[in-house]
């Protein structure tokens, strides 16, 4: 079935670095959220985004819808060893592939 | 407020058996989902139920899974005979009719088939 990227797969980290994620699609979206799974959890909600071009913060995460819907970032500034984790972008449309999770960037942050 | 409630747990079974998931959503919460989710890999979703209704099934295997949501709150997910290929965790989420996009999940099963 349809897939939405996400790059990079795998990222280890310095405790204290920065960390971004990217997720792609190949067609327009409606709204795009994000998830977080720690190791063994299960999927917590992070955010919403909705608007072209938006940009959401939470702490240390910063969250960006691009300005044509088909793609959107995740942004830590000075990760922390809490934030290891898988994020998941899982874009909603009114198309085809409602409710696809995307294939997840595992974060690993070195103490 | 009560989250996602999910059991087993863990399941073990002998290739060929029979298994049955339970799921309670978030009280009030009228869309649930049903994903399988393997190692490594996000969620898959196999069924999503609007109430009673199941309104996306195109993914689950019919020919071993079946799903019900009676009365529109507790659902079942279960597999007939199971596979070695089943082995997964099974994770049971719900939504609000006001935020569907925005999904609750429970802390899953994970099943070994042996």
């Known amino acids: 079935g349809q897939q939405v990227m996400q790059i990079p797969q795998y990222q280890h980290v310095q405790e204290g670095e920065d960390f971004t994620t990217y997720c792609n699609s190949s067609?327009?979206?409606?709204?795009i959220q994000w998830y977080k799974q720690r190791p063994g959890g299960h999927p917590v909600f992070l955010i919403q985004?909705?608007?072209?071009?938006e940009v959401k913060k939470q702490k240390r995460l910063t969250f960006q819808f691009g300005e044509a819907k088909k793609n959107s970032s995740l942004h830590i500034t000075a990760t922390q060893t809490t934030d290891v984790g898988t994020y998941f972008c899982?874009?909603?449309?009114?198309?085809?592939?409602?409710?696809?999770f995307g294939t997840g960037t595992r974060l690993k942050v070195l103490a | 407020e009560a989250g996602v409630v999910q059991s087993p747990r863990y399941k073990i079974i002998e290739k060929k058996q029979p298994v049955a998931f339970w799921c309670n959503p978030i009280s009030g919460h009228n869309t649930l989902y049903w994903y399988l989710q393997n190692l490594g890999q996000g969620p898959e979703l196999l069924i999503r139920?609007?109430?009673?209704?199941?309104?996306?099934d195109s993914q689950l295997p019919k020919d071993r899974f079946s799903a019900e949501r009676l009365k529109g709150v507790d659902s079942t997910l279960k597999i007939q005979p199971a596979e070695l290929g089943d082995s997964a965790v099974y994770l049971c989420?719900?939504?609000?009719?006001?935020?569907?996009?925005?999904?609750?999940f429970g802390p899953g099963t994970r099943l070994t088939v042996l």
């Open positions: 989420a719900s939504s609000s009719f006001h935020s569907t996009d925005t999904q609750y």
């Open positions: 139920y609007e109430n009673e209704e199941a309104v996306d």
């Open positions: 985004l909705v608007k072209s071009g």
């Open positions: 899982a874009p909603t449309t009114s198309g085809t592939y409602k409710y696809i």
């Open positions: 067609t327009t979206l409606s709204n």
